[in-house]
């Protein structure tokens, strides 16, 4: 089956630094590539879509200088958190789509942001 | 506004009985719905998945209905089993290649 894999799963980073989450396609190439965010008790937030050699599509409200996505390969979508504040600190997950409307969404296993 | 609703923050259930969870949306133009299974720290696990044209769709213990002018689908779960315990998540996609919109998810407890 398909899988995505997520890295790191868990992240404390100071305020201030920049961090990089990556996510990879590992047995299939993704056409497209999901970036969502989930804070306590909460939904999984669409923030941006990404295809591979184009630029991010970001949702209404998530700043792309903030979040910085590379979709340099079909198999690896990059995001990275600049300057992280506090109010950072979530649960980010990624998808991966196998082939357009086929729905095949893949996630990752997530990543822990803390930012203190 | 939210797309997608989940008005049961939790469902408590009794070990061998069905398991009915709910969920709303309002955009017409979601076209494919999916059913996910969540614990904390990791990524969603897909369940099942039902296409708008259909009404019913069924895997194993899991059944996702759709009904399509109430705006309105169910995952049934028969017989509901320990291993069931977590947050379910529905979604809905309004294209084949757009990003989901999620429900605030269900936490499912199986009672023993």
């Known amino acids: 089956g398909a899988v995505v894999s997520q890295h790191p799963s868990r992240v404390i980073c100071k305020s201030g630094t920049s961090v990089k989450i990556e996510c990879r396609s590992l047995?299939?190439?993704?056409?497209?590539m999901f970036w969502y965010r989930q804070f306590p008790k909460q939904s999984l937030m669409l923030m941006a879509t990404?295809?591979?050699?184009?630029?991010?599509?970001?949702e209404q409200g998530v700043e792309k200088d903030k979040f910085l996505i590379n979709h340099a390969s079909l198999t690896l979508s990059t995001l990275t958190v600049t300057s992280a504040h506090p109010e950072d600190s979530s649960f980010y997950i990624c998808?991966?789509?196998?082939?357009?409307?086929?729905?095949?969404?893949?996630f990752g296993s997530g990543t822990r942001l803390t930012v203190v | 506004d939210q797309q997608v609703k989940q008005n049961s923050p939790s469902l408590s259930v009794q070990e061998g009985r069905i398991s009915i969870l709910n969920c709303d949306y309002t955009n017409s133009m979601f076209d494919y719905f999916l059913w996910y299974k969540k614990y904390p720290a990791e990524g969603p696990t897909f369940l099942i998945s039902?296409?708008?044209?259909?009404d019913k769709n069924e895997d194993g213990r899991f059944t996702v209905f759709l009904n399509k002018s109430a705006k309105h689908l169910s995952l049934h779960i028969v017989p509901s089993q320990p291993g069931d315990s977590a947050v379910y998540f529905c979604a809905a996609s309004g294209g084949g290649a757009d990003g989901l919109t999620f429900g605030k998810g269900t936490h499912l407890i199986i009672q023993p």
């Open positions: 047995d299939f190439q993704a056409t497209t």
């Open positions: 039902i296409s708008s044209i259909k």
């Open positions: 998808s991966a789509l196998r082939t357009p409307n086929t729905y095949g969404y893949t």
């Open positions: 990404s295809n591979e050699g184009s630029k991010a599509t970001y």
